[in-house]
């Protein structure tokens, strides 16, 4: 017996059109389109990282291999590694330089915890829902916004070595007269203690902002769940706060670690105008910064910054795999 298969139903009378022959290589698909924009929409900041980062970095590289002097009417001459071994060998130049370079190490190890640790309380502390809670999130973001110069200028004010000093004043008065005045930026002791507590009061905001985001993400299911097994608010922030803001916190201290490397405008500013002690307070940047326009050595100058960029990518690379590893298990 014949089984007839019925023909399909042509809409409007139209005829079916005839299928792909399976010989016939089909069209190749179109680019993604998801993927072009992206790449149209970061463009701009790659041009920018590139023509403002790239660019003047290997142009760095190819000056710290020349004798180069600025203002000076002689031409460059080159060098070679010279400017490297001038740095680690030379006493009048290396022992400055090592000197910054443990001064940003002692910033950064320091800093970086402590930031973290601070951000981190006043997110939780922030993080909720109360009445003119965004005028208070508000205060403690608003020293982000003032320029780190502005800040330092403040600063020099408040630990000025006088009686006028806001906080040698406020100590007088609670110590009943009894404390006098006290050099904090001159210290060798309290001069690098006053830049890390100076830099932590502008920047803990930043840090805030982000890590209260990432509480917000965390379902409050989660804690209701915990209150339900009678967990203690100390259990709750260990099992369940910590685990989900964990991506957030490692962003947070590996961003922290980047800019406490970068210390420099809120060194020049008391350094030059507010009697800080230099030696104590050396960071690399400033040192390039003061041998290129004080000294006129730009050659050397370059040398520095870009020993200084590999020490900071290495440091970087240590961190992530250690954060990585840390992950995994």
Do not use: C
């Not at 008065?173 to 830099?199: C, H, P, Q, R």
């Not at 800019?259 to 307070?281: H, M, P, W």
């Amino acid at each position: 017996m014949t089984t007839v298969n019925p023909a399909p139903v042509i809409p409007d009378g139209r005829k079916p059109s005839p299928p792909a022959p399976s010989g016939i290589p089909q069209r190749p698909r179109r680019p993604n389109r998801e993927r072009l924009h992206g790449l149209l929409m970061s463009a701009p900041a790659l041009g920018g990282l590139i023509a403002f980062v790239g660019v003047p970095f290997v142009y760095a590289v190819v000056l710290s291999f020349y004798n180069v002097r600025l203002g000076s009417p002689l031409p460059p001459r080159f060098f070679g590694i010279e400017q490297y071994r001038r740095i680690f060998t030379d006493p009048d130049m290396s022992g400055p330089f090592l000197r910054a370079l443990v001064n940003n190490l002692t910033f950064a190890v320091v800093v970086v915890p402590l930031q973290t640790a601070l951000a981190l309380g006043l997110a939780i502390l922030l993080n909720r829902k109360l009445k003119a809670i965004g005028v208070f999130r508000s205060l403690f973001f608003l020293p982000v916004v003032f320029p780190m110069a502005l800040v330092a200028v403040i600063w020099r004010l408040i630990l000025a070595r006088s009686g006028d000093g806001l906080l040698n004043s406020a100590l007088h008065t609670v110590s009943f007269g009894n404390w006098g005045a006290f050099d904090w930026l001159g210290n060798g002791l309290t001069a690098m203690a006053s830049i890390i507590v100076l830099s932590v009061w502008q920047g803990v905001g930043f840090q805030m902002v982000i890590l209260l985001a990432g509480l917000q993400q965390i379902p409050g299911e989660l804690y209701e769940a915990a209150e339900l097994d009678r967990a203690s608010p100390w259990q709750q922030f260990r099992h369940v706060t910590l685990p989900g803001i964990r991506g957030t916190l490692v962003f947070v201290a590996m961003l922290t670690s980047v800019l406490s490397f970068r210390v420099f405008d809120q060194v020049y500013v008391l350094v030059k105008g507010g009697g800080l002690d230099e030696d104590a307070t050396r960071t690399v940047m400033y040192q390039a910064v003061t041998t290129a326009f004080d000294q006129h050595n730009i050659g050397q100058a370059s040398a520095i910054t870009v020993v200084f960029f590999l020490i900071v990518v290495v440091l970087t690379l240590i961190q992530r795999r250690v954060v990585r590893t840390g992950n995994e298990d």
